[in-house]
């Protein structure tokens, strides 16, 4: 999910940094309204631009959204994919046909069955309107719902990748029709998830409350207030005053301190997702390779990674980090600096003066490296004009073309597809640099339908090398998952693709530590 969404990432998982310290008080048992006496209270650092699954790729919405809908299949704790709505499925002899069989008795939250017609309605949606994840569907000829206990794929290439692509995260969501054609969804969505939807005010807060028939067991907790507090340090104080239950907005200068800090419970878990910083060639000079790979040698990762994380997160000059099965080294852009950034400019034949960079307060990583981005360029010339706006203005601007650099972040990346496909395929939906290499189509196309391990992994090495060589993006780092809760909220685990799920969670009892 582009932090925008983002937003799924295959995994060995390593072992979470976590400071599990007990705690047996029986936690706040907060009042959330609606019913919801005992629930938790969680801070999330924005608001979400809306609750349409299909329709948003912000990370604050799927924070949320995880919570209310569910997919035919899902990630466990490993990234593998298991069964959630669909409790079976089966592929054909010639791989071209995907039958999956749904679970009995799943019931929206306003009581009306789960039938195959709202599966096939939801992917066909997607396909039919062009949503945000149309890609992941990009192989698939019919969705059809034979029986309403039976939903039928048909591809016309093998999908490797198609469980992933189902059900790596939220924006692949089954969502209810009568939902979708109230117009309701964006503003009041209904899924079949472990929580429902309550209500929202804007600015402050959503509210969402248990689902007593929820398919895996009703959840322990009443419910989840997602507070919105933009601050790290607001909401971390907040924490340790005991005013809120769960937080990702953890600054994270203070990761070592928390770490002998009884009074919360810290995970750091290194994560699939990644920061980068596009140019775009649809302008001049970023046109020229020789350019953007200047830009490339002069900026400094090491300094960026300290400030934005204070080093929590890993730097990288690709999209996978190190410890998944997709890794890839590659460390060209390691040495030269300055001089080989002259030399390519000098070799280019232009001397760019002004570069406008696009950042949003939203994610204050982004404005943070900014400076450092400056600061890099300023020897060669260039002076970074750091434009920064809310999330929907970057948004808007960065469909628009309006800028020559710009950062963000990807996250719940799975598989390889996820971190390449959409951002760096001239036909990608999220291909806002206007990036176009034939060959590099070529391989990611391959890599969509091989079904042999190795050979796929050595498709996505050879794109993913041509893609940083070619400077589609500047890879940054590979950040943590950092978060922070109440000791007496146990059941709850930070996971590596970021998704917040709360429906294991549950208060301490007195007497348990």
Same mark, same amino acid.
């Given at each position: 999910?582009?932090?925008?969404?983002?937003?799924?990432?295959?995994?060995?998982?390593?072992?979470?940094?976590?400071?599990?310290?007990?705690?047996?008080?029986?936690?706040?048992?907060?009042?959330?309204?609606?019913?919801?006496?005992?629930?938790?209270?969680?801070?999330?650092?924005? /608001?979400?631009?809306?609750?349409?699954?299909?329709?948003?790729?912000?990370?604050?919405?799927?924070?949320?959204?995880?919570?209310? %809908?569910?997919?035919?299949?899902?990630?466990?704790?490993?990234?593998?994919?298991?069964?959630?709505? #669909?409790?079976?499925?089966?592929?054909?002899?010639?791989?071209?046909?995907?039958?999956?069989?749904?679970?009995?008795?799943?019931?929206?939250?306003?009581?009306?069955?789960?039938?195959?017609?709202?599966?096939?309605?939801?992917? &066909?949606? *997607?396909?039919?309107? /062009?949503?945000?994840?149309?890609?992941?569907?990009?192989?698939?000829?019919?969705?059809?719902?034979?029986?309403?206990?039976?939903?039928?794929?048909?591809?016309?290439?093998?999908?490797?990748?198609?469980?992933?692509?189902?059900?790596?995260?939220?924006?692949? +969501?089954?969502?209810?029709?009568? &939902?979708?054609?109230?117009?309701?969804?964006?503003?009041?969505?209904?899924?079949?998830?472990?929580?429902?939807?309550?209500?929202?005010?804007?600015?402050?807060?959503?509210? $969402?409350?248990?689902?007593?028939?929820?398919?895996?067991? #009703?959840?322990?907790?009443?419910?989840?207030?997602?507070?919105?507090?933009?601050?790290?340090?607001?909401?971390?104080?907040?924490?340790?005053?005991?005013? *809120?239950?769960?937080?990702?907005?953890?600054?994270?200068?203070?990761?070592?301190?928390?770490?002998?800090?009884?009074?919360?419970?810290?995970?750091?878990?290194?994560? &699939?997702?990644?920061?980068?910083?596009?140019?775009?060639?649809?302008?001049?000079?970023?046109?020229?390779?020789?350019?953007?790979?200047?830009?490339? =040698?002069?900026?400094?990762?090491?300094?960026?990674?300290?400030?934005?994380? =204070?080093?929590?997160?890993?730097?990288?000059?690709?999209? *996978?980090?190190?410890?998944?099965?997709?890794?890839?080294?590659?460390?060209?852009?390691? /040495?030269?600096?300055?001089?080989?950034?002259?030399?390519?400019?000098?070799?280019?034949?232009?001397?760019?003066? &002004?570069?406008?960079?696009?950042?949003?307060?939203?994610?204050?990583?982004?404005?943070?490296?900014?400076?450092?981005?400056?600061?890099?360029?300023?020897?060669?010339?260039?002076?970074?004009?750091?434009?920064?706006?809310?999330?929907?203005?970057?948004?808007?601007?960065?469909?628009?073309?309006? %800028?020559?650099?710009?950062?963000?972040?990807?996250?719940?990346? *799975?598989?390889?597809?996820? %971190?390449?496909?959409?951002?760096?395929?001239?036909?990608?939906?999220?291909?806002?640099?206007?990036?176009?290499?034939?060959?590099?189509?070529?391989? $990611?196309?391959?890599?969509?339908?091989?079904?042999?391990?190795? #050979?796929?992994?050595?498709?996505?090495?050879?794109?993913?090398?041509?893609?940083?060589?070619?400077?589609? =993006?500047? %890879?940054? =780092?590979?950040?943590?998952?950092?978060?922070?809760?109440?000791?007496?909220?146990?059941?709850?685990?930070?996971?590596?693709?970021? +998704?917040?799920?709360?429906?294991?969670?549950?208060?301490?009892?007195?007497?348990?530590?």
């Amino acid at each position: 999910m582009h932090m925008t969404r983002t937003a799924a990432s295959t995994a060995l998982v390593v072992l979470a940094l976590v400071v599990a310290l007990t705690g047996c008080s029986t936690g706040q048992r907060v009042d959330l309204g609606e019913g919801a006496e005992g629930g938790v209270i969680a801070a999330i650092a924005g /608001e979400p631009d809306q609750l349409d699954p299909h329709k948003t790729s912000a990370y604050f919405s799927f924070e949320v959204l995880e919570n209310v %809908f569910d997919t035919l299949v899902e990630p466990d704790e490993n990234l593998q994919m298991r069964p959630a709505l #669909a409790e079976s499925w089966e592929v054909s002899d010639d791989e071209l046909t995907w039958t999956f069989r749904l679970r009995p008795g799943v019931t929206f939250h306003d009581g009306s069955p789960l039938t195959a017609e709202d599966v096939a309605f939801s992917y &066909n949606r *997607i396909i039919d309107e /062009e949503l945000t994840n149309v890609d992941k569907f990009s192989a698939v000829t019919s969705v059809e719902a034979p029986d309403p206990a039976t939903v039928v794929i048909r591809v016309d290439r093998p999908v490797p990748n198609m469980l992933t692509n189902l059900g790596g995260f939220k924006g692949m +969501a089954i969502v209810s029709r009568r &939902n979708v054609e109230s117009g309701e969804i964006a503003t009041h969505p209904i899924g079949t998830g472990p929580f429902a939807f309550a209500n929202q005010r804007s600015g402050d807060s959503i509210t $969402l409350v248990a689902n007593p028939d929820y398919w895996d067991g #009703a959840p322990d907790i009443s419910g989840v207030r997602f507070r919105f507090i933009s601050e790290p340090s607001t909401a971390l104080s907040a924490l340790q005053a005991g005013e *809120i239950d769960w937080t990702d907005s953890v600054p994270p200068q203070r990761v070592q301190q928390l770490r002998n800090d009884e009074s919360i419970t810290l995970a750091v878990e290194p994560s &699939n997702d990644y920061w980068y910083l596009a140019l775009n060639e649809a302008r001049e000079p970023w046109n020229d390779v020789r350019v953007r790979q200047a830009i490339a =040698y002069a900026i400094d990762r090491d300094a960026i990674v300290q400030a934005t994380s =204070y080093g929590t997160a890993a730097k990288n000059q690709l999209a *996978i980090p190190e410890g998944n099965p997709w890794y890839v080294p590659y460390d060209r852009y390691a /040495e030269g600096g300055l001089d080989k950034a002259r030399q390519l400019l000098d070799e280019a034949g232009v001397s760019p003066r &002004n570069l406008d960079m696009l950042v949003t307060t939203d994610y204050p990583e982004t404005v943070t490296a900014a400076q450092i981005v400056a600061d890099n360029l300023a020897p060669l010339g260039i002076t970074v004009n750091i434009r920064t706006v809310d999330f929907a203005t970057w948004l808007d601007e960065q469909n628009k073309g309006n %800028f020559d650099m710009l950062m963000m972040g990807w996250l719940g990346n *799975i598989d390889p597809d996820d %971190f390449y496909y959409a951002q760096h395929h001239t036909d990608g939906t999220s291909n806002a640099q206007k990036f176009s290499d034939p060959e590099v189509d070529r391989l $990611l196309d391959a890599g969509r339908v091989e079904t042999d391990r190795q #050979a796929r992994f050595d498709d996505y090495r050879r794109a993913a090398t041509m893609i940083a060589d070619q400077v589609s =993006y500047i %890879f940054l =780092y590979n950040p943590s998952v950092i978060q922070a809760w109440n000791p007496a909220l146990q059941g709850y685990q930070a996971r590596r693709d970021g +998704a917040v799920r709360f429906r294991d969670a549950h208060w301490a009892q007195d007497g348990d530590a």
